[in-house]
């Protein structure tokens, strides 16, 4: 079964850097780009950034561009989401999945990042 656990999150102040992790299981990780994803409170989810099976990050989110990068650990089978520049539009429930059309109906709990002074 697709499984995604999300952690990292937390209070951090306008202008700080989180790094978010997701551990994934259930699918041929090394095989698969990875998407994360994230969801403010009266929004809906927005995909924020993917990474390819290679590592080159592809797409992301015009406002965080320059600010977010997406990293994987194929040994881990985890990848991460590095912030820096923080800004309070961040504040959001992040989550993670597979990339694109191989995205899976199972979401994990997501980390809630919360970014105020």
């Known amino acids: 079964q697709v499984q995604f656990v999300e952690s990292g999150g937390g209070l951090v102040q306008p202008g700080g850097s989180l790094r978010l992790s997701c551990a994934a299981s259930?699918?041929?990780?090394?095989?698969?780009?990875m998407s994360w994803y994230r969801q403010a409170p009266g929004k809906e989810r927005e995909l924020v950034a993917t990474i390819t099976t290679r590592g080159d990050m592809t797409t992301r989110a015009d406002s965080v561009k320059g600010r977010f990068t997406v990293s994987r650990d194929n040994a881990k089978n985890t990848v991460y989401l590095q912030m820096d520049g923080l800004k309070p539009e961040d504040t959001a429930v992040y989550y993670c999945?597979?990339?694109?059309?191989?995205?899976?109906?199972?979401w994990g709990q997501g980390t809630q990042v919360t970014v105020s002074s």
């Open positions: 999945n597979r990339a694109g059309i191989f995205l899976s109906a199972n």
């Open positions: 259930g699918f041929p990780f090394s095989n698969s780009g």
